[in-house]
């Protein structure tokens, strides 16, 4: 496993930078700790090839990383596991307020042909008092295999009651300001629209889908407290959905959303 | 939206209860249409996506080798849910637990009747995992297969009585 003593910083890019990126959120404060970890997949066939990861981690709205650390070289037989924190420890001053923008790297071997070896990136987030326990499978944005970002995307399990709170979490690995908003329906297929999110470039927003975001309060939702929601973005960023019980702090709900695709009209068998 | 404790209602079966939700879609196209699926209780809500399965023209393919990483700590409980969505294919199923540094150490079979399901905790698959996997840290996966499954993993917190699942 990765540890703080393993890791390495570097002050220039070490990987290819044109290669598959992976973005996440870097949180490491109120006991929240992020981990990355990094499997193969099951198509793996040359298990002893090695390769390590590079990260750049960004403060919010910063262009250019505070910091590049590579992780030790790994075999494809091994679980590579890099707990932020240790990643955090290489710098030698404290930066912004515990929540990053972080970038990511593999380096791959020059033999290995296309889709030979792949890995799964796991993002996971856990709190020391075990309230926050969410993972997530990769988030590419460059050259990754799923179409996860487009500028419309849904999520169909929004829930909004008095217990539980839904949350959109918008990544934006631009340089610039991208626009957005959340439209919450209803089961009746009623909408409401959010205020305009603005989110900054290498920056993310995470907010609260509450009465002050949307204008409108639960009872939209009601009497279930379950609807869809539905992200428009001037521009294509990532979204994932958090739900939280806003009575305890527990989050153990963090999903990704999916590309909204207009198909032609469904031809009923029959 | 369906809740599933009345559709076990409607066909008479008492809980506790484990197996698959099938869905039959009565439409070639299906848009984006989606299947969400959230388990609650007071503590958490945790929700995810169906798996997409269809008997027509299925390949039988050599199927993945899907990792669970687990995080063995006193009080989570690792859990995996697999369907056999074969209709009529048994599965014979063999788990292997890896340690973060690539050392392995495989379950014993376990068999899955076409649509049939296995709900398993870590535990159950490997009884002695604690003396397995140093810092509890590791990840699950299963050998090969030609049978098309359906998996998800969930771990359930004991003091926060909280679930949490993901899709495989």
């Given at each position: 496993?990765?540890?703080?003593?393993h890791?390495?910083?570097?002050?220039?890019?070490?990987?290819p930078?044109?290669?598959?990126?992976?973005?996440?959120?870097?949180?490491?404060?109120?006991?929240?700790?992020?981990?990355?970890?990094?499997?193969?997949?099951?198509f793996?066939?040359?298990?002893?090839?090695?390769?390590?990861?590079?990260f750049?981690?960004?403060?919010?709205?910063?262009?250019?990383?505070?910091?590049?650390?590579?992780?030790?070289?790994?075999?494809?037989?091994?679980?590579?596991?890099?707990?932020?924190?240790?990643?955090?420890?290489?710098?030698?001053?404290?930066?912004?307020?515990?929540?990053?923008?972080?970038?990511?790297?593999?380096?791959?071997?020059?033999?290995?042909?296309?889709?030979?070896?792949?890995?799964?990136?796991?993002?996971?987030?856990?709190?020391?008092?075990?309230?926050v326990?969410?993972?997530?499978?990769?988030?590419?944005?460059?050259?990754?295999?799923?179409?996860?970002?487009?500028?419309?995307?849904?999520?169909?399990?929004?829930?909004?009651?008095?217990?539980?709170?839904?949350?959109?979490?918008?990544?934006n690995?631009?340089?610039?300001?991208v626009p957005?908003?959340?439209?919450?329906?209803n089961?009746?297929?009623?909408?409401i629209?959010?205020?305009?999110?603005?989110?900054?470039?290498?920056?993310?927003?995470f907010?609260?889908?509450?009465?002050?975001?949307?204008?409108?309060?639960?009872?939209?939702l009601?009497?279930?407290?379950?609807?869809?929601?539905?992200a428009?973005?001037?521009?294509?960023?990532?979204?994932?959905?958090?739900?939280?019980?806003?009575?305890?702090?527990v989050?153990?709900?963090?999903?990704?959303?999916?590309?909204m695709?207009?198909?032609?009209?469904?031809?009923?068998?029959? | 939206?369906?809740?599933?404790?009345?559709?076990?209602?409607?066909?008479r079966?008492?809980?506790?209860?484990h197996?698959?939700?099938?869905?039959?879609?009565?439409?070639?196209d299906?848009?984006?249409?989606?299947?969400y699926?959230?388990?609650?209780?007071?503590?958490?809500?945790?929700?995810?996506?169906?798996?997409?399965?269809?008997?027509?023209?299925?390949?039988?393919?050599?199927?993945t080798?899907p990792?669970?990483?687990?995080?063995?700590?006193?009080?989570?409980e690792?859990?995996?849910?697999?369907?056999?969505?074969?209709?009529?294919?048994?599965?014979?199923?063999?788990?292997?637990l890896?340690?973060?540094?690539?050392?392995?150490?495989e379950?014993?079979?376990?068999?899955?009747?076409?649509?049939?399901?296995l709900?398993?905790?870590?535990?159950?698959?490997?009884?002695?995992?604690?003396?397995?996997?140093?810092?509890?840290?590791?990840?699950?996966?299963?050998?090969?297969?030609?049978?098309?499954?359906?998996?998800?993993?969930?771990?359930?917190?004991?003091?926060?009585?909280?679930?949490?699942?993901?899709?495989?």
């Amino acid at each position: 496993m990765a540890d703080s003593t393993h890791l390495t910083r570097v002050d220039r890019p070490v990987a290819p930078q044109d290669s598959v990126e992976l973005l996440g959120v870097l949180w490491e404060r109120d006991g929240v700790h992020t981990n990355i970890n990094m499997v193969s997949t099951h198509f793996t066939r040359a298990e002893d090839v090695r390769f390590q990861a590079e990260f750049a981690l960004h403060d919010r709205g910063e262009r250019e990383p505070f910091c590049r650390f590579v992780t030790p070289e790994f075999s494809y037989r091994q679980n590579m596991r890099v707990l932020m924190k240790q990643g955090l420890a290489l710098v030698d001053r404290e930066h912004g307020d515990g929540l990053y923008f972080v970038r990511m790297w593999v380096t791959r071997h020059r033999d290995l042909a296309r889709g030979q070896n792949d890995l799964e990136p796991w993002c996971d987030y856990q709190s020391d008092d075990g309230k926050v326990y969410v993972t997530i499978p990769s988030s590419h944005y460059k050259g990754g295999r799923f179409p996860t970002n487009r500028n419309l995307v849904y999520f169909p399990g929004a829930v909004w009651t008095d217990r539980f709170v839904t949350r959109v979490l918008i990544l934006n690995p631009y340089d610039r300001p991208v626009p957005c908003s959340v439209r919450l329906f209803n089961t009746g297929g009623k909408f409401i629209e959010s205020r305009e999110i603005v989110v900054g470039g290498k920056d993310y927003a995470f907010p609260a889908l509450d009465e002050a975001l949307m204008g409108a309060d639960q009872r939209h939702l009601g009497p279930a407290g379950v609807g869809s929601l539905l992200a428009v973005m001037r521009y294509k960023l990532l979204v994932f959905v958090a739900i939280e019980n806003v009575h305890t702090g527990v989050m153990t709900c963090l999903d990704h959303t999916m590309p909204m695709v207009m198909y032609k009209e469904p031809v009923l068998i029959n | 939206m369906y809740e599933t404790a009345d559709l076990l209602k409607e066909a008479r079966v008492q809980p506790p209860f484990h197996g698959q939700v099938f869905i039959n879609l009565r439409q070639f196209d299906w848009g984006s249409l989606r299947a969400y699926i959230q388990w609650y209780n007071e503590a958490a809500i945790t929700s995810t996506h169906e798996r997409f399965y269809t008997h027509a023209g299925l390949l039988k393919h050599l199927y993945t080798v899907p990792r669970a990483l687990c995080h063995l700590h006193k009080d989570l409980e690792i859990r995996v849910a697999i369907v056999n969505s074969d209709p009529k294919q048994t599965a014979d199923l063999q788990f292997v637990l890896q340690t973060d540094d690539g050392f392995t150490t495989e379950s014993t079979k376990r068999v899955v009747r076409p649509n049939g399901s296995l709900f398993a905790s870590l535990y159950e698959l490997f009884p002695n995992c604690v003396a397995i996997l140093k810092e509890g840290l590791g990840s699950v996966y299963l050998a090969n297969t030609d049978v098309s499954l359906t998996i998800y993993y969930f771990t359930y917190n004991k003091e926060t009585r909280a679930w949490q699942t993901q899709h495989i």
